[in-house]
Nanobody
Framework: QVQLVESGGGLVQAGGSLRLSCTAS????????MGWYRQAPGKQRDLVAR???????DYSDSVKGRFTISRDNAKNTMYLQMNSLKAEDTAVYYC????????????WGQGTQVTVSS
């Protein structure tokens, strides 16, 4: 079993920054695409950004130019740098990883709350 552990959420004023981290609990040599999703109260869970094992990235239109996704394969860790935060970015942010090989599966973290005050 693989666990994804998130950290870095919190309360920040509009215009501020936060950095989220997501680390896999095992040394995984076959983590394919990793991504960040978010879910606001009463809304569905939506993709924020994702990154392939080769470093290709994809962002939702609402965060382009403000958020940056990255990963450190040696540390099995993914990051989301969030700048110029807005009240509408308030949500629970979830880490996701697609893993192949012996631990093949689609895994989710427990979620971390991000609250942006206006």
């Amino acid at each position: 079993q693989v666990q994804l552990v998130e950290s870095g959420g919190g309360l920040v004023q509009a215009g501020g920054s936060l950095r989220l981290s997501c680390t896999a609990s095992r040394n995984i040599f076959s983590i394919n695409t990793m991504g960040w999703y978010r879910q606001a109260p009463g809304k569905q869970r939506d993709l924020v950004a994702r990154i392939t094992s080769g470093g290709s990235t994809d962002y939702s239109d609402s965060v382009k130019g403000r958020f940056t996704i990255s990963r450190d394969n040696a540390k099995n860790t993914m990051y989301l740098q969030m700048n110029s935060l807005k009240a509408e970015d308030t949500a629970v942010y979830y880490c996701n990883a697609e893993i192949s090989g012996i631990w093949k599966g689609n895994y989710w973290g427990q979620g971390t709350q991000v609250t942006v005050s206006s």
